[in-house]
């Protein structure tokens, strides 16, 4: 009886134990790309791997990032979210937060020129009030830190802001807030 218990058991791995170890394997697999789709989108795993490089060196922010609280746009007097930051600094350079591709350069009257760059892990970074020169055209590729523009005050939705650069940071294509990743110092 014992015997060919185990003789059925050995017949048994022997016929079988290779669809089960091929199963085993293909659930951790999957497990595995499930686990990692997962964390890859939270902040955590998209932010560990990425330097980001501010947008201004010495910048001073002028205009702070809310999402709830409202501020007041002194140029268009209303009060309202203000879902970026706005930079100032002595030179006005403006560099690329992550290594990218311009994905567009364009003008309209509130924003004023404004160089949009896709990034890895979601992330897209969008300069606005930029002096029309600009240093990029779309397609191009950009490295962290890279001079892409100067600011300036185009962006007449902001004018009282004077000469500045409005930044705003997407992941995933939600807005969030730059000081999240960046070290900008308030001053
Ligand atoms: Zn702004």
Redesign the pocket.
Known sequence: MEIRKENKAVEFIKKYGLYVAVGVVVFAVALTFTLLATLGGTVRTGTSTLNFVSPMSNATVV?DYSDTELQLNETLGHWEA?L???LTSENSDVFSVLDGTVASVNYDYLNGYTVTINHTDGFVSIY??LEEAVDVKEGDTVTAGEKIGKASET?TS?LE?GS?L?FTLKLNDDYVNPNNYLNLELK
């Open positions: 205009k203000h970026s930051v706005d606005s009030s962006a902001e802001l500045h409005h």
